[in-house]
Nanobody
Framework: QVRLVESGGGSVQAGGSLDLSCKAS????????RAWFRQAPGKDREGLAA????????DIAASVKGRFTISFDNPKDTLHLHMKDLKPEDTAMYFC?????????????????WGQGTQVTVSS
């Protein structure tokens, strides 16, 4: 069983920055891809950034490219998302997830385990 715990969410003004973290624990031997998603009320879950921890290859959504950076701390098994130049439309619940796809992917249906989420609110 895999447990994922997100942290770092909060409220920020437009143009600000936030750093999210996702600590993983449990049976992680298959969890070779880690990713961040978000979901705003009434909208589908959106893939933001994924990383294959075997070679650190990444996939970043066009909507956040240049503003969001994904990284993975292997010794601490912790996934990070650095977000800058935040906009009101970035307001959502942010989730981390794991996959065994062997390559970065932004499709939520390809992910197995999910955290409970952390709220990010950006005010104008």
């Amino acid at each position: 069983q895999v447990r994922l715990v997100e942290s770092g969410g909060g409220s920020v003004q437009a143009g600000g920055s936030l750093d999210l973290s996702c600590k993983a624990s449990g049976d992680l031997y298959r969890s070779n891809v880690r990713a961040w998603f978000r979901q705003a009320p009434g909208k589908d879950r959106e893939g933001l950034a994924a990383i294959y921890i075997g070679n650190n290859s990444e996939d970043i959504a066009a909507s956040v490219k240049g503003r969001f950076t994904i990284s993975f701390d292997n010794p601490k098994d912790t996934l990070h998302l650095h977000m800058k130049d935040l906009k009101p439309e970035d307001t959502a619940m942010y989730f981390c997830a794991t996959s065994d796809m062997g390559r970065p992917t932004l499709l939520p249906e390809q992910y197995i385990d999910w955290g409970q989420g952390t709220q990010v609110t950006v005010s104008s």
